[in-house]
């Protein structure tokens, strides 16, 4: 059973840090893309960033605007948003996603909570 364990969450001030991690339970390599989601109440799950297994360059929504990094850090076998001048608006239960073979995994979610 491949699992993906996120940590990091917590409460911030807005222009605030905060990094998140996602570590798979096997080897990061065996994911064809990675990716990272958030959701809010009523709304849809929208994609933060995302980066492909032959890819070194990320891709990110729109409202990231230079503000988060994707990174992998292959020694630790984790997934890492580095998340700076968070907003408000980034309030919301953020989640790492992976696929693999035809298959998407998700993490449960952590909870990122920006005070104003």
């Known amino acids: 059973q491949v699992q993906l364990v996120e940590s990091g969450g917590g409460l911030v001030q807005a222009g605030g840090s905060l990094k998140l991690s996602c570590t798979p339970s096997?080897?990061?390599?065996?994911?064809?893309?990675w990716a990272w989601y958030r959701q809010v109440p009523g709304n849809e799950r929208e994609l933060v960033a995302r980066i492909s297994r032959l890819s070194t360059t990320p891709y990110y929504g729109d409202f990231v605007k230079g503000r988060f990094t994707l990174k992998r850090d292959v020694a630790k076998n984790t997934l890492n948003l580095q998340m700076n001048s968070l907003e408000t608006e980034d309030t919301g239960t953020y989640y790492c996603?992976?696929?693999?073979?035809?298959?998407?995994?998700w993490g449960q979610g952590t909870q990122v909570t920006v005070s104003s």
């Open positions: 996603k992976a696929d693999r073979d035809g298959t998407t995994y």
């Open positions: 096997i080897n990061f390599f065996n994911f064809n893309t």
